[in-house]
């Protein structure tokens, strides 16, 4: 066992109970109101942060709508754009080690592989998105206004930013999520109060220390913690904000949908998932089903588009699915700060009852649990899982558990691979395995799901855009998508 050692800046920033950042301020609750975090590897108290209130967030959100309205970020040029995205990208590279550190220990997951994935994941970002900032155009175009006949004019269409955005996040990615907002909106020059998830506010606090020392000026960036009821029900309802942009649950976005409808206030959501792994006859199985097992189980699973169906063509199923149990019965389970561990805790106390209700739902419904099944403490603890015998039908099949539990079922050939990976209210992701291209050419466009990856699953890159199907959400993250979703366009006609 090789347990990391902490950084003293990690252990000092715990230590001091981070604040909110509103305008040029770190503050507390207005009420003095505070929420314990939890270290899920072992169930005790981190430290506290700020129960934000409706007043927080009113003062927040009016921060950014001044440093969006009146200040001097409104005249910052594209050029400025970039370079303080770029200078916040160093500052997080300088801090990676720390940022993963606080991951680590409020999210559970692996500081060693926060530090590659997630944190370099979200610098790889903000640099990718710094180079749209002098990349935004406009159009001009040649009009005919029919009802004018006798007129000259002169036209174009400007693309501006669209102003206030109000982004919450989930807990499954913190920094990484936040980023994907942030990223766009500082790009085209809007401006932005982000509301981290309740559990795992940590990377976004030290991110706004950050973002203050890169030199953007104050309420650009404003960071409230607090719970979803009251600090984020206030930041969706708050009439100053333009923009709102989601990642979490499908019954949680649906319901910020419609109030965003009531107001007009634009919005993106990234929701959840349920995403097939289809892994062909003709696939190569090793790499099939060494990719189908990190798919589940990379994050313990608590990711949006985990590969949480396993469709396997039927002569292949038994021995790909005593692959994948073979793999998870090897993995070691431990805290994410002990470097031979191969999955850490779930999130919360809560995370593991859920996961736990549809892994007994499972056995009490007849299934075979293949591997796992078990959960243990301290710390929020679920064994990889594997089940079959089950229906499509099944609510392990159809619902999100989002957790390390994988459902596999046999299929005879293709259409009937097809017919199941589109059997499901989501469409995130989908992986096929196989080597025959004209097969994995004649499925990708059948296959309704935001994203398709052939031979690998949850590749990620900042050119691609991410966003789903169906109940998977509304809109799209990263790539030019992005941009497009957080600008307006102006049309301008000019009588000569
Ligand atoms: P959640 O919907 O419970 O919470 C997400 C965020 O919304 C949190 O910040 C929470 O405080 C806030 N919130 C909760 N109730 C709210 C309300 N009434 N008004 C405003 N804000 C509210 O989701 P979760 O359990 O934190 O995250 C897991 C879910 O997120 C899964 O469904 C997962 O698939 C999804 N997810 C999707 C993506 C994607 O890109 N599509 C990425 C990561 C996670």
């Given at each position: 066992m090789a347990i990391a050692t902490l950084l003293p800046a990690t252990t000092a920033f715990i230590q001091r109970a981070p604040r909110m950042l509103i305008g040029a301020e770190w503050v507390e609750a207005a009420d003095g109101q505070t929420m314990p975090l939890r270290n899920p590897a072992t169930g005790e108290q981190l430290c506290v942060v700020p129960r934000a209130t409706v007043d927080d967030v009113d003062r927040a959100v009016l921060a950014a709508r001044q440093a969006f309205d009146d200040s001097s970020w409104s005249r910052t040029r594209p050029r400025e754009r970039q370079n303080l995205l770029w200078k916040l990208a160093d500052l997080m590279q300088r801090d990676a080690e720390l940022l993963a550190q606080l991951e680590c220990l409020n999210n559970g997951k692996s500081a060693a592989v926060a530090q590659v994935m997630d944190v370099q994941l979200a610098i790889d970002f903000l640099r990718y998105m710094a180079g749209w900032a002098t990349k935004i155009e406009g159009s001009s175009v040649e009009v005919s206004v029919p009802l004018m006949p006798d007129q000259q004019f002169h036209s174009f269409i400007r693309r501006e930013a669209v102003g206030v955005v109000g982004a919450i996040v989930a807990w499954n990615f913190p920094l990484l999520l936040a980023c994907w907002k942030l990223g766009p909106a500082l790009a085209t020059g809007c401006t932005v109060v982000l509301k981290p998830a309740d559990e795992t506010p940590l990377t976004a606090l030290k991110l706004a220390e950050l973002v203050q020392e890169a030199g953007y000026p104050d309420g650009v960036f404003n960071v409230i913690t607090g719970t979803g009821i009251t600090a984020g029900a206030a930041l969706t309802h708050n009439p100053r904000v333009d923009k709102l942009t989601f990642t979490g649950s499908t019954a949680v976005g649906k319901e910020i949908g419609k109030i965003a409808m009531d107001s007009m206030t634009r919005v993106t959501l990234e929701l959840g998932g349920k995403s097939p792994t289809i892994v062909m006859a003709d696939a190569d199985l090793g790499s099939a089903a060494a990719g189908a097992a990190s798919a589940i189980f990379f994050n313990q699973g608590q990711v949006c588009c985990a590969g949480s169906r396993l469709y396997v063509q039927r002569k292949h199923f038994d021995k790909v699915v005593a692959d994948i149990a073979g793999i998870a019965n090897a993995m070691k389970l431990g805290?994410?700060?002990?470097?031979?561990?191969?999955m850490g805790p779930l999130i919360s106390a809560r995370q593991q009852e859920r996961v736990w209700r549809y892994i007994e739902m499972g056995r009490e419904s007849g299934a075979t649990i293949a591997c796992g099944g078990e959960q243990f403490g301290p710390g929020y603890f679920v064994k990889p899982t594997v089940i079959v015998d089950v229906d499509q039908q099944h609510s392990l099949v159809q619902e999100e558990i989002f957790g390390p539990v994988l459902v596999a079922i046999p299929f005879d050939d293709e259409a009937d691979a097809l017919r199941m990976a589109n059997d499901s209210p989501y469409g995130l992701g989908a992986s096929i395995w196989s080597n025959d291209l004209a097969a994995v050419h004649r499925m990708i466009p059948r296959i309704k799901s935001g994203s398709v990856w052939v031979n690998c699953h949850s590749a990620l890159d900042p050119a691609l855009p991410f966003g789903g199907y169906k109940m998977s959400g509304v809109g799209r993250e990263m790539g030019y998508a992005a941009i497009e979703h957080y600008t307006e366009l102006k049309s301008v006609l000019i009588k000569l």
């Open positions: 805290s994410g700060l002990d470097t031979s561990v191969d």
